[in-house]
């Protein structure tokens, strides 16, 4: 078994959201906030968990070293026996803090050490097919599942999320918090992309409109 696993991946491709959905199985721990590969050897030696934590910087492994020194420390995450999930995802120059040199350095990355990662997914895939997805992690890196996918982010605990300046209402605006899977651009008018209190409201406007008509 893996005693620590470490999503790496190209900028805008969800690392943050894998990362959190790691807690849908048992005896994970993601603490919300990310690492350079070292940092990660460090810190799972204090965990009795399997330590997650997604890439620090703007490259795949986001190690701002000489290159041989980055080897050594990306390759140390193998000898440790730390599992690597790769995300990926077409470049998309709408997304402001996306260059195409940071995604292309990502992908250089990504070649570079392609023999240590265990897995690679990709963003659309993962939204479409949470559960089919997590069923495939959970046989790569031996994990048991504890909840699925598709009930993210219900088992999140809000308070954990790092998110300072935000009003408590705001905070799922954007930032890897919002509901997944295919049903919910199909089933009770939700749309791809909408956040759990848009998704409430929602819900809370058909309940009214169903009690209108019950009423009628």
């Known amino acids: 078994m893996y005693k620590g696993i470490f999503v790496a991946g190209v900028p805008g491709a969800g690392?943050?959201?894998m990362k959190r959905l790691f807690l849908a199985f048992e005896d994970t721990i993601?603490?919300?906030?990310?690492?350079?590969?070292?940092?990660?050897?460090?810190?799972?030696?204090?965990?009795?968990?399997?330590l997650v934590t997604s890439r620090l910087g703007a490259t795949l492994f986001a190690v701002d070293l000489a290159e041989e020194e980055k080897e050594k420390q990306v390759r140390e995450l193998r000898n440790e026996n730390v599992g690597v999930l790769l995300m990926t995802r077409a470049f998309n120059p709408k997304k402001a803090r996306v260059d195409m040199q940071r995604w292309s350095a990502s992908y250089s990355?990504?070649?570079?050490?392609?023999?240590?990662?265990?897995?690679?997914?990709?963003?659309?895939?993962?939204?479409?097919?949470?559960?089919?997805?997590?069923?495939?992690?959970?046989?790569?890196?031996?994990?048991?599942?504890?909840?699925?996918?598709?009930?993210?982010?219900?088992?999140?605990?809000?308070?954990?999320?790092?998110?300072?300046?935000?009003?408590?209402?705001?905070?799922?605006?954007?930032?890897?918090?919002?509901?997944?899977?295919?049903?919910?651009?199909?089933?009770?008018?939700?749309?791809?992309?909408?956040?759990?209190?848009?998704?409430?409201?929602?819900?809370?406007e058909q309940n009214r409109e169903r009690e209108v008509m019950a009423g009628g």
């Open 30 to 50: 993601a603490p919300d906030c990310e690492m350079f590969p070292t940092q990660l050897l460090v810190k799972m030696q204090e965990q009795e968990e399997i």
């Open 15 to 17: 690392c943050t959201l």
């Open 109 to 204: 990355d990504a070649f570079a050490y392609w023999d240590l990662i265990d897995y690679t997914l990709s963003y659309h895939r993962l939204i479409k097919e949470p559960d089919i997805v997590q069923v495939e992690i959970a046989n790569i890196f031996d994990l048991d599942i504890k909840y699925h996918f598709s009930e993210y982010p219900d088992f999140i605990d809000p308070s954990t999320i790092n998110m300072p300046n935000m009003p408590a209402t705001e905070f799922v605006a954007g930032h890897s918090l919002r509901r997944i899977g295919a049903p919910y651009s199909t089933r009770f008018g939700m749309k791809p992309g909408m956040t759990f209190f848009q998704m409430e409201e929602k819900w809370k």
